[in-house]
């Protein structure tokens, strides 16, 4: 089993910034392939950005040249690091996480509030 703890959502103002962290614990070894999704009211989850265990990463065209993931493996933790925010960014962000036989993991899920 593999648990996933995100944190740093918050309240910004547009042209703001924001960092999220993911912290896994447990069986982190099985862990393949990290990202991050994001669900405004009334939508459907999307995929934000992803990362591989080998640092190959992709982004959501949507967030390309402001988001940007990336992963320390020796503490288990992936980020995003949010920039040039805008209320469209508004949602609520899960970290998932996606081991070597294709079962996925997620987080609880932090709030992220861009006023205009």
Request: with cysteine.
């Amino acid at each position: 089993q593999v648990q996933l703890v995100e944190s740093g959502g918050g309240l910004v103002q547009a042209g703001g910034s924001l960092r999220l962290s993911c912290a896994a614990s447990g069986s982190t070894f099985r862990i393949n392939v990290m990202g991050w999704y994001r669900q405004a009211p009334g939508k459907q989850r999307q995929l934000v950005a992803g990362i591989t265990s080998a640092g190959t990463t992709n982004h959501a065209d949507s967030v390309k040249g402001r988001f940007t993931i990336s992963r320390d493996n020796a503490k288990n933790t992936v980020y995003l690091q949010m920039n040039s925010l805008n209320p469209e960014d508004t949602a609520v962000y899960y970290c998932k996480a996606t081991d070597y036989y294709g079962y996925a993991y997620w987080g609880q899920g932090t709030q992220v509030t861009v006023s205009s």
